[in-house]
Nanobody, 121 residues
Framework: QVQLVESGGGLVQAGGSLRLSCLVS????????VGWFRQAPGKEREFGAV????????YYADSVKGRFTISRDNAKNTVYLQMNILKPEDTAVYYC??????????????WGQGTQVTVSS
């Protein structure tokens, strides 16, 4: 079993930055890639970014590429999502998930509870 806990969400003005953290625990966490998804009110959950746990390979959705950076600190069992140049349309609940290196929800087996990010205009 793998547990994920997100933190770092909050309210920020457009153009600002936030860094989300995803603390991953569990005996087999090193076998999984970790991704970030988000869900805005009234919309489906969408993929944002993913990183392999051991290899450092990353992939981004076009909507966040160039503004968001996913990284990991294996010593702290934590995956980060650095979000820069935030826009009001980035407002959503952000989730981290552990699973395969994919861009759809079906690739992931374990999910966190989410953290709210609100970007004001």
């Amino acid at each position: 079993q793998v547990q994920l806990v997100e933190s770092g969400g909050g309210l920020v003005q457009a153009g600002g930055s936030l860094r989300l953290s995803c603390l991953v625990s569990g005996r087999t966490f090193s076998r999984y890639a970790v991704g970030w998804f988000r869900q805005a009110p009234g919309k489906e959950r969408e993929f944002g970014a993913v990183i392999t746990w051991s290899g450092g390979r990353t992939y981004y959705a076009d909507s966040v590429k160039g503004r968001f950076t996913i990284s990991r600190d294996n010593a702290k069992n934590t995956v980060y999502l650095q979000m820069n140049i935030l826009k009001p349309e980035d407002t959503a609940v952000y989730y981290c998930a552990a699973g395969g290196f994919g861009t759809t929800e079906h690739a992931y087996d374990f999910w966190g509870q989410g953290t709210q990010v609100t970007v004001s205009s």
